[in-house]
């Protein structure tokens, strides 16, 4: 007997929402059971943001530095940046260059005697808004040449209206069903006996994609050492 030969298994909101129902232990049998497991689905995947880095939300973009300009707005759907370079000589094979700048605390940006300092920005101050973040570069751009290029994190796409195929990795269809099956068993008191399971099941689920989705290199610390005066 042969197998499938395909990979390409997928689930619509839909699909996500009648397993949901099923392992909480009913039936999705109406148009409000679908828009409370799409609230819900929506709720846990920010809960997911807040837990940590989901690998498949990491994405790079680029802001052109504008001459006398200290800062930008990221997309709205930033919910932080992970790294983050000045690039000189951009499109340039021979001058090309990416050099590191440091991020500072609002407390450091705000000692800074002259913030309209003009020259190569070295820091960059990240105000995390409510509607987009907004970044701050230090010294002031002195000219229209400088590049940032950063890697953000950004928010995982909303359910949508049930056609629509989960923003996420495959390893996640797991957890995205046991996380929502205890998220809508909350909602019924019917089910409340299945709460304790249902959150056992999702936690170890979660525990299970969140140790796959990660980064696999090798990391070495280095300790600063320096002589205290």
């Known amino acids: 007997m042969t197998t499938s030969g395909t990979t390409s298994f997928n689930m619509d909101f839909t699909e996500i929402a009648e397993e949901a129902w099923e392992r909480a232990g ?45 800062q930008y707005n990221l997309p709205a759907d930033t919910i932080d940046l992970l790294e983050h370079q000045i690039r000189t000589g951009s499109g340039n094979q021979a001058t090309q260059s990416d050099l590191t700048i440091s991020r500072i605390s609002v407390s450091t940006y705000a000692s800074i005697p002259n913030k309209l300092s003009r020259g ?32 953000r994190m950004r928010r995982i796409e909303d359910a949508g209206s049930g056609v629509q195929t989960a923003d996420m990795n495959f390893r996640f269809f797991p957890v995205l069903v046991a996380g929502l099956a205890y998220y809508i068993a909350m909602k019924v008191p019917e089910l409340a006996d299945r709460i304790p399971m249902l959150k056992a099941a999702y936690e ?26």
């Open 120 to 151: 190569r920005p070295i820091q960059i101050y990240i105000e995390r808004l409510r509607d987009n973040p907004v970044v701050n570069v230090w010294p002031v751009p002195d000219n229209n040449n400088y590049v940032l290029y950063y890697w």
């Open 26 to 70: 009913r039936e999705m049998r109406s148009g409000y059971d679908l828009r409370t497991a799409r609230r819900s689905m929506n709720l846990m995947t920010i809960e997911w943001q807040n837990r940590g880095i989901n690998m498949w939300t990491i994405d790079e973009g680029t802001i052109n530095l504008v001459d006398g300009t200290s």
């Open 204 to 229: 170890e689920q979660f525990e299970l994609a969140a140790g796959e989705d990660r980064e696999k290199t090798s990391a070495r610390f280095v300790p600063r050492v320096g002589r205290i005066y």
